[in-house]
Every structure is written in structure tokens, then in C-alpha cells.
């Protein structure tokens, strides 16, 4: 079930009023209704994979009650590779098997070894992604002490199927989730208003940003032979702002949806745009994805308490990692290395933690500096997402060696190019808002809050009209359900 | 609990009234660059309005058409009235089944045909229909049937655009002149008393389509066969035709054997790309649209049909 769907309009309230008004009496009724809805919003897209899901919860839930008994530290070792096997398992199956044959015999072949392997056409299940790593993580916790196991499997089960952040994050960790579903809830209006304004600004980003950068960024990158470059370089602007508003917007739903249920997940999104570094820009973009890296496995390689080469081995490590993690394809796998190369400098010459608050904070304007700073790192984002939008490698180049062509010196040239000129006028109208919210949890999230009930209204209604004018007539996917 | 709801459903009426002042405004003044979801396309092409406007000068006539522009650049009136068959033409800009549907249920007690007959194009069971009910709402007068084609097609540019059209229906009958009509030429394309566009006449260039398939929407199948059943209820004979495309276009999907055999199933039809002895570059004008020459070939090959079968009996 996607969140712009009409189905999710339908299944939401339906949810809530079950949830606070048929279950409210009592905690396990209510966390039951949780995993049942999850199912049911898993199981509207297909239904075959919630049995991988279960298997998951399974293997994890029980891994964690023998970890709470086992002493034997070689015993709990093998335990938490159980886990760790299983999950990534099947992630490597579902996601990564394709690619490894296919470059297993490219490999091979090139060697003069012709081999026979098949390919399979495998569904990738959505979110496997994420609820892999959210269930690694309890297992990951409950081996290294840090985290009590549970003995409530309905609380757990709720916990990994979570529906609003199942098929695309945040990516929780079992210590600030699963704990909330041992709590009875109560309704907290202030939370619910904001969870409502939050799931406002994400069907914005959604429906009128992302949607609306998709239709040029998939015209320019699928025909990118027939443009010039100035052209390319609009096309990699409209992806760069078409995944931001599709992910983060995402997040958003899925952050204020939470809070309809008095759940609070993690942050996800914190204005990356606005970054005066590249450092700072990992620090505020797919939060609960970087920092999972960073302590599941940046951290116990040794993070950068090694030196200067066991850092900067480690910085690569999780950046290629996690360039894989998006997707079986080495565009992935080169934009990661690039974000890692792009952070490197910082590192070595110790500046990775130089920007860590709100740029320009109480201020209307960055000083020129910030500016530069903001610009120089956006266009360093912009580039590196190139090879994340390409269809391989070669095309990557192809696209950018047209960029740096004299091409790029005549004018944007695409048959929708004034449709796009007003997409680019609704994405300054969405940075504007994002600027004069930065300090906040989300753009919207203070905006006119001080104002008259009136104009506040208004100004919601607006966004709402916004989106009734310029959203694509049909329902589109979310980018990240694909990884 | 209480205070939260309360709360959204008084924001859930001011966004509605919020909504209804700002799209009347957006839909009136706005370049149409910025309204890319209110597609109000009132007298813009097909000749809709000034057809559904003289609609209530036709009673009891012999055949009513139906159908996409297949047929209401495909059924010359003029040449049938000259056989003695008085005939109105219903076509609409890719009218599919599903807002055919809703046309018969508002003009066939008024028109009371002998008989029907209605285009089926694979194009019209391959899409979706939005652009014919925008054009159907734009330029007809909108009811409850409307309202319930709207919600059967669940399009955010439908919503717009009816809310916008019954406003801007309102809008008209207040304070533009009521006998102010479409213009009758515009650009290469002439109406006809009765519903029939007659295009400049125009040769195509042969084109070669590469080899694709239909993809059939079901929805379309189901309209057919309410279209049908509401047909035969008033006993009124229905033939279902298929107009010639030049034999590139045709050709080039591979899938036109099984349109026929599902179409078949339905009732009488005739698939005049099998029948009709016509020149992909003398008698048409597109790949799908005949030329006035290719009008009249077909026409007579139709008339001799109805004659032949004695769908209607010769006077």
C-alpha cells in the first residue's frame, strides 16, 4: 500500500479509530492491531513475502530469547551468526544473487572461462532492506548486552512489521522502538496535530516535488544521448531534488503516522541541502541509515581510532558498503566510493565535525562563506547522484562527459521544457519554506504557528491545494521501496 | 481525543470552502501552464458542445452512432440521410465505453434510435478514458451521472475539472449570452448538422509502426456489456463496428484476432478492416482516421450492410 494512494486514506483512519477507541483498554489487544494492519498494508503490495517477514521476526525473536539464557560466549557467538546469516541471507538471495552470477561469469569469461550460469528472476520483496537491518540490529544489541531481550513476541513482532516504517525506514533500532510497545500509549493532541502537519509536508515532498522532478529527470537520463549538457546538468538537478522530496518525504509520512499512534521514531531527514560540507551532509541525510553503519560496523572495524590508514580504510568500507546497500549494481557501489573520496579530506585533516549546528542559525541569510560553502557541497551531491540515477557506469560517463562538453554553454533544450520551468518554480518555493524551517524537526513544522488560526489554516490549505493542482494523476511508487 | 477530532473536521470544512473559492479562481485566471490538473477543454475541439447543444432537434431517427473520433469523423449523417436513414452522430474525442455508457443513459430516450451502432476500437479498450470524460464534462451538462463517472475513474484532474466546469456552467448561464455558439470551422475541421466532423481533405504518408500489442483494460469490457444490457432492455438492435485504420497501423499490433473474438462474444460486429477495400495513402489522413474518400467507401459499404442484413428494411 503506498502512502499516496487513496487505499492508505481509507486503511489510516480506519486504523486509528480501532486503535484508540476498540483497543485502547488494553496494551497486547493494541499492539495485536498493529501487527495485523502491518500485515494487511505489507500484504495489499504481496502478500506471498509476509511469510519472510515472519520467518525473520521468528528467527530473531528466538535467537534473542536463547541469547538472554546462553553464557557460553562461543555458544552466543553462534547464535547472533544465525541471525546475522539468515537476515543477510536472504537479503544477498533476493537482492545481490543476479549480480554476483552475472559478474561471476563476466569475470570468468573475461579470463577466456566461458561458464554457464543462470540468472533467476527474482522479485525483490519490499523493504527487505530495511527490516533486515532493523531486526540485525535487536540481535546485534541483545548479543552485545546493550539490550534487555523480549519475552513478548507480539510486542516484537510489532516492532519489525511496524507499518509505517516498514517497506522504507526510518530504520529503528530495537532500543528506542521496541521499548514504546511495552507502554501503554495515550492520545497526546499536540503530538497528533503534529504528526498530521509532518504527514502535510511529506505528501508535499512527495506528490508535487518528487513526482513532478521524476517526469523530467526520467526524460533526461532515459534519452541523455539526445541532450546537450546544459540539459544533463537540469536533468541531474531534478533527480537530486526528486529523491530527496520522494525519501525524505517518505520519512515524513511515515515519522507523523507514527505519532498518530504515540510513537516516536527516529529522525531521518534534517535539511541535508543546506550543508556547508559533505561530512555534514551524512550527518543529516537517511539518519537512521548512516548511523546504523556507523555503529553496526564502522565502529567495530575501529571507526578512527586506528590511524590514519585504518580510518580512512573504514571511511571506504561503509561508504562502499553502503552504496551497495542501495541496489545489485556498481553505479551504487561508485557513488559510494565517491562520497567516500569526497570525505576523506575532512577526515584526514580532522574537519568532519567542524559543522555540526543549523547553518545560519537565527538569521535570514547564510553569510557569503556559508553560501559558497552550501553551494560547493550541493553541486559535490549533485554530481555523485548522477551515478546513482545511471543505468550502469558507462552511461554515467557518457552523461557526464556531455556535461563537461561546450554543450553545456547553450540553453536547456527538451520538448517539456517550460512544464519543467514550473517545476523548477515549485522546488524554489519548496527550499524557501525548507530555509525559513531548518531549525525545526521539519520545514512546516513551527511555520506560521504564531499566527491567527485563520491564516494558519490557509496557509495548510495552500499546501493542500498545491497538491491537488500539481500532483502526477497517478499513483507513483516511493524510490526507496526498491532497495 | 474529542478536542483532535473536532479539530479536523472543522479544518476538513474550511479547506473545503478554501478549496472551492481558490480553484474557481486558479481555473479562471491561471495560465493554463499552472493548472496542469483542471483540464477544461469547453469548445477547445471535437465540436462536443455544438453536438450535444442540437442533440434535442433529433427524435426517432433510424441510427444513432457512438464512439471515439472513429466515429464521429467516420459516420457522415449527410450520406446516410441521402440512403433514408435519418441518423444523429454521439461521437465523442476517445469516447470509450465507459462514458459512452453514461451518454446513452442521458440521450437515448430522446433520440429513440431504430438501431445502433457503436465504433469499437482496440484504442478505446486500451485506455483509460480520462480524456473523453474531461471533454464530456466540460461540454455537457453535468448530474449525479457525472459525479458517479468521476468517482469510477478516480482521477485528481476529473475531481478539478468537474467542480470547476459546474461552477463555470453557472458562470455562463449568469452572464454570457445563451445563444452564443462554437464556431462551426476551426482549423481544418468542419461540423456537420448531426454530429459529424468533416476534416480537409488531406493524404497520409505511410508510416511503418513498429510491431506492438494491445493491452486491454477491463473496465472498458464491463462498460460494454452494461451498455448492452440497457440496449437491449429498450429493444433497440446494436451493432458493434470496428473502422478501418491504414493496414501499417493495424498491422503492426499482433493481438487483433483476439479484439475480434472478444468483441464477437458481445453481439453482431463487423470488423471493417477486413471488409472495406481502402488505400492506406489515398483514404486516409492519419494512421487511424479516414479522408472524406475513405468517409464515403466506408459509409456505403455500411448502408449496403444494414440494407443487406436487413438490420433496417429498405423503404
Given at each position: 500500500m503506498l502512502f499516496n494512494s487513496i487505499d492508505f486514506a481509507i486503511f489510516l483512519p480506519i486504523v486509528f479509530i480501532l486503535y484508540w477507541f476498540?483497543?485502547?483498554?488494553n496494551l497486547k489487544l493494541q499492539n495485536l492491531l498493529i501487527v495485523v494492519s502491518s500485515y494487511v498494508f505489507y500484504g495489499w503490495w504481496d502478500w506471498r513475502f509476509l511469510a519472510l517477514i515472519l520467518f525473520s521476526t521468528l528467527v530473531d525473536y528466538l535467537i534473542g530469547v536463547k541469547l538472554s539464557k546462553e553464557e557460553n560466549e562461543t555458544k552466543r557467538k553462534v547464535l547472533l551468526w544465525i541471525s546475522i546469516i539468515v537476515n543477510l541471507g536472504f537479503l544477498g538471495f533476493f537482492k545481490y544473487y543476479n549480480f554476483f552470477i552475472e559478474n561471476f561469469t563476466t569475470a570468468f569469461s573475461f579470463f577466456g572461462n566461458e561458464i554457464q550460469a543462470n540468472s533467476l528472476n527474482i522479485i525483490l520483496p519490499v523493504g527487505i532492506s530495511f527490516y533486515t537491518f532493523q531486526t540485525l540490529s535487536y540481535s546485534i544489541d541483545v548479543y552485545n548486552k546493550k539490550l534487555e531481550p523480549t519475552k513478548d513476541f507480539i510486542a516484537f513482532t510489532a516492532f519489525v512489521s511496524f507499518f509505517p516504517q516498514l517497506v522504507a525506514g526510518p530504520i529503528e533500532r530495537a532500543t528506542n522502538l521496541l521499548p514504546q510497545f511495552y507502554k501503554k500509549r495515550t492520545f497526546d493532541y499536540n503530538k497528533a496535530v503534529n504528526g498530521m502537519r509532518q504527514i502535510l509536508w511529506g505528501l508535499f515532498k512527495k506528490m508535487v516535488i518528487a513526482d513532478n522532478c521524476a517526469e523530467y529527470a526520467n526524460i533526461i537520463f532515459n534519452?541523455?544521448?539526445?541532450?546537450n549538457g546544459s540539459t544533463l546538468v537540469l536533468g541531474a538537478l531534478f533527480f537530486t531534488f526528486q529523491i530527496y522530496g520522494d525519501f525524505s518525504g517518505y520519512s515524513d509520512i511515515a515519522i507523523g503516522t507514527s505519532r498518530l499512534f504515540g510513537f516516536d521514531l527516529k529522525r531521518n531527514f534534517a535539511f541535508p541541502y543546506f550543508s556547508r560540507d559533505i561530512a555534514e551532509f551524512w550527518r543529516r541525510w537517511h539518519i537512521s541509515l548512516s548511523t546504523w553503519f556507523r555503529d553496526y560496523l564502522y565502529i567495530p572495524l575501529g571507526g578512527s581510532r586506528g590511524g590514519t590508514w585504518i580510518s580512512s580504510r573504514n571511511i571506504f568500507i561503509i561508504f562502499i558498503v553502503s552504496g551497495f546497500w542501495h541496489g545489485a549494481n556498481w553505479t551504487f557501489i561508485v557513488w559510494g566510493a565517491l562520497n567516500a573520496l569526497y570525505f576523506l579530506p575532512l577526515l584526514l585533516l580532522n574537519k568532519n565535525r567542524q559543522h555540526i549546528g543549523i547553518v545560519a542559525q537565527g538569521k535570514h541569510f547564510p553569510t557569503l562563506r556559508e553560501f559558497f560553502q552550501i553551494i560547493i557541497t550541493f553541486g559535490l551531491t549533485v554530481f555523485a547522484w548522477i551515478f546513482f540515477r545511471a543505468e550502469n557506469i558507462g552511461h554515467a560517463f557518457n552523461y557526464i562527459s556531455e556535461i563537461f562538453s561546450t554543450s553545456t554553454f547553450s540553453l536547456p533544450d527538451f520538448k517539456e521544457i517550460y512544464r519543467a520551468y514550473v517545476t523548477l518554480g515549485l522546488v524554489a518555493f519548496f527550499m524557501m519554506l525548507e530555509w525559513f524551517g531548518r531549525g525545526h524537526e521539519f520545514a512546516i513544522e513551527k511555520l506560521m504557528i504564531t499566527r491567527s488560526r485563520m491564516l494558519r489554516w490557509s496557509f495548510y490549505s495552500f499546501i493542500i491545494f498545491m497538491i491537488i493542482m500539481f500532483a502526477q494523476t497517478e499513483e507513483t511508487p516511493f524510490i526507496y521501496f526498491q532497495f | 481525543m474529542k478536542k483532535f477530532i473536532i479539530l479536523m473536521l472543522k479544518f476538513s470544512v474550511f479547506i473545503l470552502v478554501f478549496y472551492s473559492i481558490l480553484i474557481i479562481f486558479w481555473g479562471r485566471f491561471a495560465p493554463a501552464i499552472l493548472r496542469p490538473n483542471i483540464n477544461y477543454t469547453y469548445r477547445t475541439y471535437g465540436f462536443t458542445n455544438t453536438r450535444l447543444n442540437e442533440i434535442s432537434n433529433f427524435k426517432n431517427i433510424d441510427i444513432l452512432f457512438l464512439g471515439s473520433s472513429h466515429a464521429y469523423r467516420g459516420f457522415d449523417t449527410r450520406i446516410f440521410n441521402n440512403a433514408g436513414l435519418k441518423s444523429f452522430n454521439l461521437g465523442s474525442s476517445s469516447q470509450t465505453p465507459v462514458q459512452t455508457e453514461i451518454l446513452i443513459k442521458r440521450y437515448l430516450d430522446s433520440l429513440k434510435p431504430k438501431m445502433i451502432i457503436f465504433e469499437v476500437s482496440p484504442l478505446s479498450f486500451s485506455t483509460d478514458g480520462v480524456e473523453s470524460t474531461l471533454d464530456i464534462i466540460s461540454n455537457d451538462k453535468n448530474d449525479l451521472n457525472s459525479i458517479k463517472l468521476a468517482l469510477n475513474q478516480n482521477n485528481l484532474k476529473i475531481y478539478n475539472t468537474l467542480f470547476y466546469s459546474c461552477f463555470h456552467s453557472i458562470y455562463r448561464d449568469l452572464f454570457?449570452?445563451?445563444?452564443?455558439a462554437e464556431d462551426i470551422k476551426k482549423g481544418n475541421d468542419m461540423y456537420i448538422s448531426g454530429g459529424y466532423v468533416e476534416k480537409e481533405f488531406k493524404l497520409f504518408k505511410y508510416v511503418n509502426y513498429p510491431e506492438t500489442k494491445w493491452e486491454f483494460n477491463e473496465t472498458q469490457f464491463s462498460a460494454l456489456q452494461r451498455i448492452i444490457e440497457l440496449v437491449n432492455k429498450r429493444n433497440i438492435k446494436l451493432i458493434l463496428i470496428q473502422a478501418p485504420s491504414t493496414s501499417s497501423f493495424y498491422n503492426a499490433h499482433t493481438n487483433n484476432i483476439e479484439f475480434d473474438d472478444r468483441i464477437g462474444n458481445y453481439g453482431i460486429y463487423f470488423n471493417f478492416n477486413e471488409i472495406s477495400k481502402l488505400d492506406d495513402s489515398l483514404h486516409f489522413y492519419d494512421a487511424h482516421h479516414l479522408n472524406q474518400k475513405g468517409v464515403e467507401i466506408l459509409d456505403n459499404d455500411v448502408i449496403n450492410l444494414i440494407f443487406k442484413q436487413k438490420f433496417i428494411l429498405r423503404e
Open positions: 476498540v483497543t485502547n483498554k534519452n541523455s544521448d539526445n541532450y | 454570457v449570452e445563451k445563444k452564443y
